[in-house]
Nanobody, 125 residues
Framework: QVQLVESGGGLVQAGDSLTLSCTASGRSFNNYAIGWFRQAPGKEREFVAAINWSGGGIFYQKFVKGRSTISVDNAKNTVWLQMNSLKPEDTAVYYC??????????????????WGQGTQVTVSS
C-alpha cells in the first residue's frame, strides 16, 4: 500500500532550524506533487509548502516564505522541508501528503489522496 513517512521533528528553541523528511513508497509518484501541512492543537490543518515530484511547481505559504526550503530527491523517494528561524507559532504536527500534480488546489487538504502520520515540531521561546 501507499505510505508516506515523515521524520525529523523535535523540540527546538526559537530561532533554531529543523529539516523534515517525507519518504514515499507503494506507487510511482512521477506525476504527483508532495505538500507539507501542519496542524496545531485546536486549529485546522494548514498548507505550508509543496513541490512536484519533478522538482518544479514549488509554492510556499506566506508565513514560511524566506525561511523555508522544500526540495525533492525522487531517486530516494524523499521530499525535505528545511525550516529556519523557527517561531513558537510554528509548533504543530507536520504532515506530508501527495496529490496528482495536475489536480488544481495545491493548498487545499481535500486535493491530496495520501497522508503521512505526522511528525511533531515544538518550538519553545
Amino acid at each position: 500500500q501507499v505510505q508516506l513517512v515523515e521524520s525529523g521533528g523535535g523540540l527546538v528553541q526559537a530561532g533554531d532550524s529543523l529539516t523534515l523528511s517525507c519518504t514515499a513508497s507503494g506507487r510511482s509518484f512521477n506525476n504527483y506533487a508532495i505538500g507539507w501541512f501542519r496542524q496545531a492543537p485546536g486549529k485546522e490543518r494548514e498548507f505550508v509548502a509543496a513541490i512536484n515530484w519533478s522538482g518544479g511547481g514549488i509554492f510556499y505559504q506566506k508565513f514560511v516564505k524566506g525561511r523555508s526550503t522544500i526540495s525533492v530527491d525522487n531517486a530516494k523517494n524523499t521530499v525535505w522541508l528545511q525550516m529556519n528561524s523557527l517561531k513558537p507559532e510554528d509548533t504543530a504536527v507536520y504532515y506530508c501528503a501527495a496529490k496528482p500534480e495536475r489536480r488544481i488546489g495545491v493548498t487545499s487538504r481535500g486535493q491530496y489522496d495520501y497522508w503521512g502520520q505526522g511528525t511533531q515540531v515544538t518550538v519553545s521561546s
